[in-house]
């Protein structure tokens, strides 16, 4: 049986990460194995970059944790060499990395992950990593309302041109 403060330390990590899944907006759980030390230190770089937290927790303080704020369908994922990446502010990031991870090391999978306070499966993951960047996402929809803009103005210089008219010139 463990020390008296053994169990305390152990529930004060419980609750740490109890706090930071809560405190979140996303989350992804991985099976890390297979992955050599090369790719785990430049993913998580990338991940260090994206200001993603990326760590090995053992599997039943992690399944705690995850009961503890609401996740507990996230205990069924909990099995074998699982690392967790939670970030705080931009909930895409740690699918984003960690799917380019999962496809480059054949071993290296994506289990599950949380969002907008529910569980999300492998599928779900993948495909909010498949969510173009918010850059692009603004660039689509300015270029979205700038091209009708520029047809009506292209069309209504045919006009003028066409009759032959020249352009009302600017008040001197």
Do not use: H, W
Not at 12 to 18: D, M, P, T, Y
């Amino acid at each position: 049986m463990p020390s008296k403060m053994i169990l305390e330390q152990k529930q004060q990590a419980v609750a740490e990460l109890a706090e930071q899944i809560k405190n979140s907006v996303s989350g992804v759980l991985v099976n890390y194995q297979g992955i050599t030390v090369e790719d785990d230190t430049a993913m998580r770089k990338a991940l260090r970059e994206a200001g993603v937290k990326y760590m090995v927790v053992k599997n039943t303080m992690t399944g705690r944790a995850c009961e503890a704020v609401g996740y507990g369908d996230m205990k069924q994922y909990l099995n074998g060499m699982t690392a967790i990446a939670i970030s705080e502010n931009d909930a895409v990031a740690p699918a984003k990395v960690l799917k380019k991870y999962a496809e480059k090391v054949e071993s290296f999978k994506i289990l599950a992950g949380y969002l907008d306070g529910a569980v999300i499966d492998e599928a779900t993951v993948n495909a909010l990593a498949d969510i173009p960047s918010k850059e692009v996402l603004v660039a689509k929809f300015l270029g979205s309302i700038q091209s009708p803009l520029y047809g009506l103005a292209y069309a209504l210089q045919a006009i003028i041109d066409k009759n032959g008219e020249e352009a009302p010139a600017a008040a001197e």
